[in-house]
Structures are given as C-alpha cells and as structure tokens.
C-alpha cells in the first residue's frame, strides 16, 4: 500500500479543492462512483466534515453514500478500552505521593508545604507527556537499543547548555528523566492510546484520508505509517510553499514560508494586493474597544451575515465584549469556553471547602449560605418549607437573614460552638448550623481518594446541594469530574489530607474548560488556532497587539528552546511559526476581518503587532494600498437632563405608630434619616469585628453599675468597702469577656481608671440625700394626638429618688463633663426630656453621668429648665408627627456632622445635588 500526499494552498477554495482530491482518489478511475462509504475520512474536528460534506454535495449533485467521517479521538472510542489506563488525577496524585517524600524537593522548589509540591507534580506530567508524545514513536521496538537511543538523545540535548547551566539543573535533569522513563508503562494515557492507534492500523480493513491544517504529529505520523503498510493512505494538508501563498504575506512573514525540495523559482509577483478585506480598528482602552467590536458584530448582523467570528487572544476584551452583545440580546456561542472554577457551581464548592477550612468563620460561613446551591433540597424542618420552590427560596433567605443578624449582633467572628451558642434562641437556624458543623467535621483526618469522593458526595447531599448541581450544567460536570478523580474500583490507596484534597479538586477545576450549550451560531467565539480551516462571513480578532500577537509562551524548568529543539519538542519559534501560519490562513479563508487593539495602555502607547507592522511595511514598499481603519459609528442618544434635588418623601402612610428617643434625636438630627430608618425599616447590618466596641464597652459598664448599685441597695456597705465591691464586680464581668476576647483588655484597663473617681462621686451623690431606686427600666406611655395615640417607649438606666420623694433620672455616658456639657448646651438632644415624658411618675431632674474622668474626678452634668424641656418636647412631637401623618415631606437637610457617619447616605445622595 501507499502514503500519498496532497497539498492544497490556503485559501477560501479548500474544502472544494480537498472534495475533489478525495474524489479523485476515491473513484481511482470509475468517474460514476456515488458510493464512498468504504473510505474513512479523519478530520480535525466534527465541524470540519459538515464543510467537507457540503463539499462533496456542491459537486457531486443529487444522492450519494459520503465517507465515513471521524475525528482521531472518536475512531479509537470504537475499539475497546484498555482496562490499566490510570485516570489523569490519580496519575497526578501518584507522582504527588512520591514527591512530598522528598526532602530536597521542597527545598529545591521553595516549597513551604507538601501542597505547594503539587503543581510541580503537574508541570513533571507535563514534560514527561511532551517527551513521550515526541520520542515513542522511537522507542515502540521496546529493546535495550531503542533505550540506549533515547538516553543519548536525552545527552546530546543537555549538551546544548552550557556546563555550568548543566551543572545547575542536574537535580532537575535526573528528577525529569526518571519520572519520564517511569511513566512509559501499560498505565500511561499517551503510550496507552498509541498502543490503540497501533491496533486500528494492524487490523485496518478501509482506505484511510487524512485531513488537517498542520503536519501529523509525530505519534500520528507514526500511526498513518503503519495503516499505510495494509491500506491506502491519503493525507491533505495546507501548502505553505512560497507559490502557493499570497505573495504579499509571503513576502512580509517569509518565515512562515516552508522551504522547498529543490531550488524554487517564484516567479515575480506582479500584484501584491490583499485579496482579503483587512482593516484595523485602534482602541483608546478596554472599553473603547469591546464597544467598537460589539457595534462591529451588531452591524454585520444587519447587514445579513450569518457567520460571524470573534477571535480571542485578548480574552478580556473578549468577555467583555460577549457582556455587551447580550445586553443587546446577542447570544455569542464561546468555543473556548471558560475555566470550571469560574462557575457559580464551583464557587460554592470552593465556598464550602472555605468553611471547613475556616472551621466555621463567620463571614465564610454566610457566604457559603447565601449560595444559590446550598439547602435547595434541605430538610422541611430545617425551611419550614411550603409546597412551592418560592416558599423554599422565601424560607432559606428567611433563615440566612436570622443567621447573619444573630452572629452579628453578638459580635461572633468564627468557631463552631461559637457560632451555634450564638443561635441559641433559634432553634431552627442554630439546626442549620449544626448539621453544617457535624458535615465540616467529617473533613478530618486522612483519606485515600475513594473516601475522600465519598465524604464529599456525603456533604453535598446533606446539605442540599447534590440536586441543584445536578439541575445546572456546570454543576453536573463538577460532580462528574469528582466521581472521576478515582473511578470505582480504585486500588490507590495512598492517605492525602484535607489541604491535598482540596488542592486537587482545585487544580483540576482550574485546569478543566466549562462550554455553556450552543444553539445560536450566527456568532461564534473561538481561539485562533479554532479557527483553522474555517470560513466566517466576517472576522474580528480582539487584542491584535505586541501583547497578544505573537502569545508568550513560558519555559518550564531547564527545558529551554536549545534542549527543546535537540529533543524535537516545540520551541518558541515553533510555536510562532505555527501562530503565524493561523494568522495568515485567516486572513486568507474569510473575505472580511478586523483586527482590534488598544492603541493606549496606561496612559503609554501600545503598539500593534509586529507581525502586522511587517505586514503594513510590506504593503507601502510594494506600493500596494495601505490598510484602512475602521471605526464603527455608534448611535447618538440624546438625553434630557434632570438635576438631582434633595429629596424629600411624603409617606403618611407609614406615620409611627411607637417612638423611642434616639428615634426622636435621628428625627430632629435628619427628616429623611428617620424616614429610611424608622420608617421604612431600613438599617445597616452590623460589622463584624475581632476588636470589641465602644457600644459593647458601654453595655459592660451598664451591667456593672446596675449589679453594683442594687447590691448596695439591698445589703448597704460604709463608703470604704464600696470601692472594693464595684472592683470584685468588675472584675467578674471582664474576666468573662476577656476569655472570650483578650481585645477587651484595654477597656477593662481604662475601666480601672475610673472606678475610685465614680465610687468617690457616688457616696457624694448619696449624701446629697439622693438614693438608687432601680435601674435598667423599661417604660411605654401614651401621648394623645389629634387623630390617634403615640407611643413612647425606652429604658431608662437609672432612677434615684430623694427623701422628699422627688425622682431624678440619670443616664450613663461614656464620655467626659465637657463633652456632656456641650451636647447640652447644644439643645439638640432630647434624650433627658423624653426620658421625663416616660416616667409613670413626675420627674424633678434629670443628669448624664459622665464615665470618663477629667482631672481625675468624674461628675454628672444636670438638664436646665426640665420641666420646660418636658412640656416643649411634648409638643414638639405632637406637631411633627402629625405633620408626617399629614404628609409633609422628609428632606434630608442633615449638617455634615450627622452625615458623615449616616447609614443612608447612599440612599439620599448627598453630594449628588
């Protein structure tokens, strides 16, 4: 039998002329034939035969038996598996398991922990499959001379470095040398699928057509060879000899141009024209130029193209640009996919590996919640959940609220009987919380794979989450992809911890590609080596600059191009060559393309690719026309412009019905403060924190004067043992908190400070013939208004009484007499007076208390004219309100001071108007 093969120029004509040479060779004479089923065709990929198929139609007319069409990869899935092959994770895990033995591997490598070792173990991989991919074919003898082969091969290549470069990589030359040589086995994927390609070829029956853009590698050269030895073999490639290019991109990229036989004699060009529409398009930045090659797709589309290409070597321009389509309600069908762990699927897989991680912290912890993945199919008595999926959705955001608000209003930052005692006054959300504890548990210790894919399987269905990944297409390939790590039947029994697992399963999402399902192909999206042999309408290739074009490839360890070439591995030159070779060819199949660039980076000028700088100097030494650029006119809207005011709701609907002073104070400080807050409920959530508050340092403070004043009420102590007491009781309460927090040191600390100054005060207030009656009280008290009834309601920290039966209210301030006095003096604060208007009993005089010292000494600081602030804060209320229920507005004319820390800033947009 033979090897043929046939070289077709790069152009717009090679499916035709690849059908007719298919044709010819099938036929063999026999111009008649329609029947070509016993010929088997091997394309790149399935897209490729509906071109060739079409082909063949366009010229054969009528009926006819086509080929049979395969790409390599699915013609060996017609043959039997081999049982050995090892799953590529557990082949990584295996070499991982030998290397974390190794000592001197973390030290060679800067690793800081077993972990860090495995992307090395996957880098090795990496190297040892180039090796095995170029240097099999060599080795298939399987004797001592095929070995003694290689190991030479393997010298002359180190040789290429200099001696010192040797002498420093020979640590890293045997470490690859031997993890090559050790997975040339039954058990290797890549000398296990050429062991397959070998059989098909041994027990060929068909005549075989090879079709593809570039040369056969060298395991599938070594595959034709042997199908050739018993059938007839026909290879189709492209021609990359100087005749048969445009002279223009074969005069301005001769290295691109393969060399020739013999001596060549092109015979002078006398047109160096493009035959192709090429024009380029320079951005000022990202944005810039995703909108120009949005427009760009959005007008072809008008024009009646129904082929459209954008080539991505700048994939965020790229995204972008498939943001913008869509909005336009566009569907873009992305060849190249994204990385798995892009996906809202993984994140909440990575999101609860956080948890476990985290051991229950807080802020990962309600992240993990919130995820749309997590507690869809969760026990009903966990959700309370109704007969529909809202009230399931209704219900966990319900729970997860309760969650988030009771962590944090107890200042709760992680640690999971933490977390859970913090929820003991729900039952239902601390259930939750629970079973998340009790899964997060179970992710201990050290497993082998099996196990490991078990306990997570486990999690994910406890908690609720197997279902909604399996209703999501990037989820049903995350569960696929576990279940693949280690098929059943695994005998790899080597333990990995938590840290090893999860590195794992993170390596292998990153590594793996998620493609959304494609059904709208007017715009495709690819890489631009997708688009070998393919015919657009249109093209448009984003981020065609010096950055991009040519792509940068990274050398890995000692493989530099000199060992590389020695070896027959592909160098960076290769690799260009064949990168310009896709440039050219689509620049010669489609009859329209863009290139797009940012002419601008960082305020720096950002040059286009030196490749089609060659090109635009080729064009002008050859006097043929320059090439265009194009911009694409975007539509000018025309907007109306509508100043911002302050705004100033009406909402008599929503008149309070129940007051408090600080809501009062919020009221008076700000109209449309209190609307968004006390109207409408809104209020931020509180910050989490690992340093305690002065809010919790003043609830301390509370606690500790109301305990050390009732006692003394009850059980009296002379003035010299009260010191002690309210110490010991201090004492007690801080020595809890600090337990839990040593943050809360300081504030103890500063605590101390104050206590002899306030027991001196107090035993002064006292023999002024004032007495502790209680504190920490709550009152409600009606206050009649023209139409209805308000409600006043607080909690007074103290009330003291005379012997002439006279009640003063006092309240706890943590701050010192002169700040005290001004917030009097001020008259902006109502708190005292609202305070009066709550009692059940009429009050004398009311006082803050000052908990800071000043000059050692603290004090109280009285309210003037009390029974006048009483009356006139009465009538206040009364006018105000009732002007809210008549449906005045509620401007937000706060001063800066009461903006500069307001929660709803964002909402009335001050400094916008």
């Known amino acids: 039998m033979s090897l043929k093969s046939i070289f077709i120029a790069p152009s717009a004509n090679f499916w035709p002329a690849a059908a007719s040479a298919l044709l010819a060779s099938c036929r063999a004479g026999e111009d008649g034939m329609r029947d070509f089923s016993h010929w088997r065709v091997i394309l790149p990929t399935f897209a490729h035969a509906q071109l060739l198929k079409a082909a063949l139609s366009a010229q054969l007319g009528g009926t006819f038996l086509p080929p049979q069409f395969f790409t390599l990869s699915g013609l060996l899935m017609t043959m039997p598996p081999l049982p050995n092959v090892l799953p590529a994770s557990e082949r990584l895990m295996r070499l991982y398991a030998e290397l974390r033995q190794h000592g001197w591997l973390k030290k060679l490598f800067t690793a800081r922990r077993n972990t860090d070792l495995l992307p090395l173990a996957q880098t090795l991989l990496a190297l040892s499959d180039e090796l095995t991919q170029a240097m099999l074919p060599s080795l298939h003898g399987g004797g001592d001379a095929e070995d003694g082969a290689a190991e030479q091969r393997w010298q002359q290549a180190l040789e290429q470095l200099s001696p010192d470069a040797r002498k420093l990589l020979s640590d890293e030359t045997q470490l690859v040398w031997s993890i090559w040589k050790s997975q040339l086995d039954a058990d290797d994927a890549i000398a296990a699928r050429f062991s397959q390609m070998l059989q098909l070829a041994e027990s060929s029956a068909q005549p075989l057509i090879w079709i593809s853009s570039v040369a056969p590698e060298p395991l599938e050269q070594a595959f034709l060879d042997a199908y050739a030895r018993r059938q007839q073999v026909l290879t189709i490639t492209l021609d990359w000899r100087a005749h048969a290019l445009s002279p223009i991109y074969a005069l301005a990229w001769p290295e691109m141009v393969e060399a020739a036989d013999g001596a060549e004699q092109m015979p002078p ?19 810039d130029e995703a909108v120009q090659g949005a427009q760009m797709v959005i007008d072809w589309l008008q024009a009646g193209k129904t082929s459209l290409a954008i080539v991505a070597q700048d994939r965020v321009v790229a995204r972008r640009i498939r943001a913008l389509l869509e909005r336009a309600q566009i569907h873009v069908a992305d060849e190249t996919g994204w990385k798995l762990s892009t996906t809202r699927a993984a994140s909440a897989i990575s999101a609860w590996f956080d948890v476990v991680t985290a051991r229950g912290e807080t802020t990962a912890l309600l992240d993990f919640l919130k995820s749309p993945f997590v507690l869809k199919a969760a026990a009903s008595d966990l959700l309370h959940s109704g007969q529909d999926e809202q009230d399931s959705i209704a219900n966990k955001s319900a729970l997860v609220m309760k969650i988030e608000l009771l962590l944090r209003r ?41 196990d490991w894919i078990a306990t997570t399987a486990a999690a994910l269905d406890a908690l609720g989450m197997s279902a909604a990944l399996n209703a999501d297409s990037a989820g049903q390939q995350i569960l696929q992809l576990l279940q693949n790590i280690a098929p059943p039947g695994n005998d790899f029994s080597a333990l990995f911890s938590f840290p090893e697992w999860r590195a794992l399963v993170n390596l292998q999402l990153d590594d793996t590609s998620f493609i959304s399902a494609i059904n709208d192909r007017r715009v495709v999206m690819l890489p631009l080596n997708g688009a070998r042999l393919r015919s657009f309408d249109a093209v448009l290739m984003v981020g065609a600059d010096a950055d991009h074009l040519p792509s940068q490839p990274q050398e890995t360890l000692f493989f530099a191009n000199t060992v590389r070439r020695e070896l027959g591995l592909a160098t960076r030159e290769s690799r260009q060559r064949q990168q310009l070779r896709d440039v050219a060819e689509l620049l010669a199949l489609n009859p329209l393309v863009v290139l797009s660039w940012q002419a601008y980076k960082d305020g720096e000028p950002n040059p286009v690719s030196p490749w089609i700088q060659r090109l635009q100097l080729t064009l002008a030494r050859t006097g043929a026309a320059a090439l265009p650029e194009l911009r694409a006119a975007i539509a000018v809207q025309s907007l109306q412009p509508r100043p911002s005011r302050m705004p100033a709701p009406a909402a008599a609907q ?25 109207m409408l409920g809104l209020a931020s959530l509180d910050e989490l924190s690992d340093l305690p508050e002065k ?34 009781i201090s004492k007690k309460l801080f020595d809890a908190v600090i337990s839990k927090n040593a943050a809360a040191l300081g504030y103890y600390a500063r605590w101390q400070k104050v206590i002899a100054p306030y027991v001196a005060w107090a035993n002064q207030h006292e023999a002024e013939g004032w007495r502790f009656v209680f504190g920490e009280q709550a009152y409600e008290k009606l206050l009649p208004l023209a139409e209805r009834d308000l409600t006043l309601h607080g909690r007074i920290d103290r009330i003291d009484e005379n012997d002439a039966g006279e009640r003063a209210v006092l309240d706890y301030k943590t701050n010192n007499l002169l700040a005290l006095n001004k917030k009097l003096k001020d008259h902006e604060d109502h708190q005292l007076a609202f305070y009066g208007l709550l009692s059940d009993r009429p009050v004398a005089s009311a006082h803050y208390v000052a908990l800071e010292t000043t000059k050692d000494k603290v004090g109280d600081v009285s309210a003037p004219d009390y029974d006048q602030a009483q009356g006139a804060l009465a009538t206040q209320i009364r006018i105000n309100v009732e002007a809210i229920a008549g449906g005045v507005g509620l401007p937000a004319n706060g001063v800066a001071a009461v903006c500069q820390y307001c929660d709803v800033r964002g909402l009335c947009r001050k400094g916008a108007w």
């Open 695 to 728: 809010r919790d340092y003043g609830g301390w403070l509370h606690e500790i004067l109301e305990t050390y004043h009732e006692s003394l009420r009850d059980q009296p102590l002379p003035p010299s043992q009260r010191e002690a007491l309210l110490t010991a």
């Open 654 to 678: 929503l008149t309070p019905a129940r007051l408090t002073a600080s809501a009062y104070n919020s009221f008076i400080a700000c109209p449309y403060q209190f609307f968004a807050r006390r």
């Open 269 to 287: 060009a006398t047109d160096y024209a493009l035959a192709t529409e090429l024009a380029l398009c320079a951005a000022q930045n990202v944005e």
């Open 410 to 450: 107890a200042n709760v930052l992680g640690e999971w009987r933490a977390v859970t005692s913090a929820l003991s006054a729900a039952p239902a959300e601390q259930k939750t919380v629970a079973l998340l504890a009790q899964q997060a548990g179970l992710f201990s210790g050290r497993k082998n794979l099996r």
